[in-house]
């Protein structure tokens, strides 16, 4: 993988670097301006838009300003997943986020014999006068060739990662720990007070939905209209989709650059269609399962998966 690092560095980015200020800041502007995957007609609790305070304008230069907190606040995560980076993201925000009072974040509610879930992020809500419990997740799904809207047709890289299982755990457990017993427990000790406030659940849902490339397939049942694509092919048709798409530069973001791909730049360190097949068959061999690339057209970027042959 050394020979297809894009960026000078491969590791958990640290606030120094003014690349990696440029990094965090792209990452920034995709979470407050990239639409939601699913409307409310899925769940009540789906989010249309990122941000539902009305009216409200999130200062960009301060998420700069004060972007070393949001790094504290990541390396007490002591994690280098692409979905804690998102949630630890959305959790800075609201911090610095004027119409809300951030409460607090992944904590474990226990049962008796195991733990039925965390809340990834509790505030107050001044505009609504409503205290919040918001589950956060972004998604990259690669859809079933011939599907007919199906969420069970949707399939992360990893063939366990679900669209259909994923709603099916937030919806069934994860928006309602603010109504167990336990969960109950721990929202009024977080408020030190001794009867329950009622609480407004809420899903945050992003990411990118690929497509199969020149075959037949649905958007998934109420998806947003406007939720960002890709596309993803099997490695044989990887030559006919450069030439269809007119591409002759390629790049594979390492996992911490998929929040602002829009924004990647080859700047002479793209790679050729040729090394991009000699990389990919190597890679795919070895792990089986899709690799996600960036294209760079005249126009824009275009997010592409390259899968195994025999993937699906």
């Known amino acids: 993988m050394d020979t297809i690092t894009l960026k000078k560095h491969t590791t958990l980015p640290k606030p120094q670097p003014t690349e990696n200020l440029q990094l965090i800041e792209s990452e920034f502007d995709w979470l407050l301006d990239s639409p939601t995957l699913l409307l409310d007609s899925a769940h009540p609790a789906l989010l249309d838009a990122s941000l539902t305070d009305n009216g409200t304008t999130i200062d960009r230069k301060n998420l700069q300003s004060q972007v070393h907190l949001f790094y504290d606040m990541l390396r007490q995560r002591k994690s280098t997943r692409l979905g804690i980076r998102y949630e630890t993201m959305w959790q800075y925000i609201t911090r610095l986020n004027p119409s809300r009072t951030y ?35 972004v998604k990259f799904y690669l859809g079933r060739p011939g599907s007919k809207g199906d969420w069970n047709d ?40 001794t009867k329950p406030e009622p ?11 690929f497509y199969p490339w020149k075959k037949s397939c649905e958007p998934p049942l109420d998806s947003n209209p406007e939720h960002l694509k890709g596309d993803w092919l099997p490695l044989k048709q990887l030559t006919a989709y450069s030439r269809a798409i007119g591409a002759d530069s390629f790049s594979i973001p390492v996992r911490y650059q998929w929040l602002a791909l829009q924004d ?25 399962r899709p690799v996600l690339a960036v294209a760079h057209t005249d126009s824009s970027n275009r997010l592409f998966f390259v899968a195994p042959d025999n993937w699906l």
């Open 103 to 137: 409460l607090g974040s992944n904590i474990q509610v226990r049962g008796i014999s195991k733990t039925l879930g965390e809340f990834d992020l509790l505030y107050f809500c001044h505009k609504r006068q409503q205290y919040v419990h918001q589950e956060l997740a």
């Open 199 to 209: 609480w407004l659940s809420e899903i945050l849902l992003q990411g990118y939905l």
């Open 264 to 288: 990647i730049d080859p700047e002479g360190e793209g790679i050729n269609l040729s090394h991009l097949q000699q990389t990919l068959t190597e890679l795919l061999e070895k792990i089986q």
């Open 154 to 193: 949707w399939l992360g890289p990893d063939h366990s990662d679900q669209l259909d299982k994923k709603l099916k755990r937030m919806f069934d457990q994860q928006i309602r720990l603010s109504s167990t017993e336990e969960g109950g427990k721990i929202l009024c000790n977080l408020l030190g007070k």
